[in-house]
């Protein structure tokens, strides 16, 4: 069981460059979700999808836009990558969806993205 | 004040020792409540749901006191394995938003 996967595992940007963290899930869940962790914080959402065509903002949205591409498919896009952005980046799915409370999280494996 | 507050730690304990991490939420609609595991330099994974009863997984017990608004987490008999960070995390009902709090560190050592 594949579970979630995301790509790239690491990524090294320069100021201003643009790039997209792919993310898929093979559970058929209607949820996904864009997560950034931080030494000493918890971990923060950016933007999340309760279903596909429906796509919400999270927490910190500046910076970032995402496409529910399908059930599957969730992506995170930095259009100007600053270094702010260096974080590690997590996708996770899940099956809830509209107003119920959240279910088991199943995260992917991370994506350690600096912005130099 | 944050939502979700954890002790940093690190917690350094012995092998076989029981150890208990709490967690404050500042939101008394939450309504769920979880603990999550997360090895370095790994994803999270859940560990164990939090119920209001109390709940016991193995050597892992889960409580929750609304009235004071904590969750706690108790392991006994530690072992080398269980060392990570452990991540409390709450929900409200709506919205699907999940808060995390910046997780507790547990090393067990020999």
């Known amino acids: 069981n594949a579970g979630v996967t995301q790509t790239p595992k690491f990524q090294v940007l320069k100021t201003g460059q643009s790039m997209t963290l792919q993310c898929a899930q093979d559970?058929?869940?209607?949820?996904m979700y864009w997560y950034r962790q931080d030494p000493g914080m918890g971990l923060r959402l950016i933007y999340y999808?309760?279903?596909?065509?429906?796509?919400d903002k999270g927490e910190v949205p500046n910076g970032y836009n995402v496409s529910r591409l399908n059930k599957r498919e969730f992506s995170l896009r930095l259009e100007s990558a600053a270094p702010s952005q260096t974080s590690v980046y997590f996708c996770?799915?899940?099956?809830?969806?509209?107003?119920?409370?959240?279910?088991?999280?199943?995260f992917g494996s991370g994506t350690q993205l600096s912005v130099l | 004040r944050k939502e979700v507050e954890q002790d940093p730690g690190p917690f350094n304990v012995p092998e076989g020792a029981t150890v208990a991490f709490n967690c404050t939420y500042s939101?008394?609609?939450?309504?769920?409540f979880f603990w999550y595991r997360q090895d370095c330099r790994k994803e999270p994974k859940l560990l164990m749901s939090?119920?209001?009863s109390g709940n016991e997984d193995g050597r892992f017990t889960a409580q929750l006191n609304r009235a004071s608004q904590y969750i706690s987490l108790l392991i006994r008999d530690s072992k080398l394995s269980d060392s990570a960070t452990y991540l409390c995390?709450?929900?409200?009902?709506?919205?699907?938003?999940?808060?995390f709090g910046a997780g507790t560190i547990l090393r067990v050592k020999s």
């Open positions: 996770a799915s899940s099956e809830a969806s509209g107003l119920r409370t959240n279910e088991k999280l199943f």
């Open positions: 559970m058929n869940h209607n949820s």
């Open positions: 999808s309760a279903s596909e065509g429906t796509t």
């Open positions: 939101n008394s609609a939450s309504q769920s």
């Open positions: 939090v119920y209001s």
């Open positions: 995390v709450v929900n409200t009902l709506y919205g699907n938003k999940l808060v």
